[in-house]
């Protein structure tokens, strides 16, 4: 079984670093072919794609957000991890992490709610 | 704005059928034929229900179905039943620099 859990802080104050962790089980991000992305979702708004990181360390990531935006690997501790530097309170929504594999978000985790606010 | 077109909401009675559509251009759906479709009931995360346009992965229902024809795809949901509310995305890869692609959601009600 697949699954994925979003964890880090619910507050952030703007002007701050935002860091996430995504703690997956039941697949490994060695195996070629997979990849982890972050997605995120406004209150009352659609999805919206982050980044993604590959099995190989590829890392590809949302033109609108690439200058502020890193995600990388551990593979032994089975984790991604986001990191969005001078958060807004325009960054505050639900961020979920997801499998990708065949170019799709197989698998979602249950989503953090983050806000960002002074 | 997002990069798909969806329509904000559709409506439907127990029974009918509904379809939602998905446009994108040459460069995500009319390109790749790697559509998604997810479910979101309120308060839940998206769901895969729709992969590569037609796909189901195991344990979704064969009441939904996909399709796509040229830069549009369609979700159809055959006979709607109220526990299919709530909001519904597509997504596609994309030639641009933004890989991915979601469209802007549509909300489903069963009347």
């Known amino acids: 079984q697949i699954t994925l859990k979003e964890s880090g802080p619910t507050l952030v104050r703007p002007t701050q670093t935002l860091t996430l962790t995504c703690t997956f089980s039941?697949?490994?991000?060695?195996?070629?072919?997979?990849?982890v992305g972050w997605i995120r979702q406004p209150p009352g708004k659609a999805l919206e794609w982050l980044g993604l990181i590959y099995w190989d360390g590829d890392d590809r990531y949302n033109p609108s957000q690439k200058s502020r935006i890193t995600i990388t690997k551990d593979t032994s501790k089975d984790q991604v991890v986001l990191i969005m530097t001078n958060v807004d309170p325009v960054d505050t929504g639900t961020y979920y992490c997801a499998q990708r594999r065949s170019n799709r978000f197989d698998t979602w985790g249950q989503g953090t709610l983050v806000t960002v606010s002074s | 704005q997002s990069a798909l077109t969806q329509p904000a909401s559709v409506s439907g009675s127990p029974g009918q059928s509904i379809t939602i559509s998905c446009t994108g251009t040459?460069?995500?759906?009319?390109?790749?034929?790697?559509v998604s479709w997810f479910q979101q009931p309120p308060g839940n995360p998206p769901r895969l229900i729709i992969y590569d346009v037609f796909y189901r992965p195991s344990g979704v229902s064969n009441r939904f179905s996909g399709s796509k024809s040229g830069s549009t795809a369609s979700l159809t949901i055959s006979g709607v039943q109220a526990e299919d509310e709530g909001d519904y995305y597509c997504s596609s890869p994309s030639t641009s620099t933004t890989l991915v692609v979601f469209g802007g959601g549509t909300k489903l009600t069963v009347l």
């Open positions: 039941g697949f490994s991000l060695s195996t070629s072919g997979v990849g």
């Open positions: 040459s460069s995500d759906v009319g390109f790749y034929d790697h």
